[in-house]
């Protein structure tokens, strides 16, 4: 695997976990006028999610420290 390719599956799972936390905080009165569109879309981000971390789990060890300091800075 090359280092490009590793940082891309460490981008999109950072791009993915910041997508899903900013679904999450929907205002409920928002998410009320259309709930079907609302579950839709977080749905879709679920999944964009999941795909993302397994991904970053068949990551090589060697690039695995790039992709807990990444985590690490979103976590702070």
């Not at 280092?3 to 910041?18: C, F, G, R, V």
């Not at 569109?37 to 090589?60: D, G, H, I, K, T």
Request: aromatic share 6%; charged share 20%.
């Amino acid at each position: 695997m090359s280092e490009q390719l590793a940082q891309m599956i460490i981008d999109n799972y950072i791009a993915s976990t910041l997508a899903l936390r900013e679904s999450s905080a929907v205002p409920s009165t928002e998410a009320a006028v259309s709930i079907d569109a609302y579950r839709s879309e977080r749905m879709n981000v679920f999944l964009r999610w999941q795909n993302a971390a397994a991904s970053l789990r068949e990551l090589p060890t060697e690039y695995m420290v790039h992709a807990v300091a990444a985590i690490d800075q979103i976590t702070a």
